[in-house]
């Protein structure tokens, strides 16, 4: 579980995958307070592609929970409460 701040959402975005097809889904755009020792001062961000075969109902300013399955691939994305 990785926890960030939604700093921008661009909605309907897509891409053809490795096979042809077209992806479909969003990009998050996402900053959270770096951590001690990692040699960074402030903030980190990065963009991250949440397909639409994942549930998302978040909003610019939200704090979210990213949980990942064991292939790495985001399982579910819930608002931090």
């Known amino acids: 579980m ?3 701040y939604v700093i921008g959402i661009k909605k309907n975005h897509e891409f053809k995958g490795n096979d042809g097809e ?3 889904g969003q990009l998050l755009f996402l ?4 951590a001690p020792g990692s040699g960074v001062e402030g903030q980190y961000c990065r963009e991250q592609f ?6 998302l109902n978040v909003n610019v300013g939200d ?6 399955n064991r292939y790495g691939r985001i399982d579910s994305i819930q608002v931090a409460a």
């Open 2 to 4: 990785e926890k960030w």
């Open 31 to 34: 900053a959270n307070d770096a």
């Open 22 to 24: 077209r992806v479909r």
């Open 50 to 55: 949440v397909s639409d075969r994942v549930q």
């Open 63 to 68: 704090q979210i929970c990213i949980y990942f």
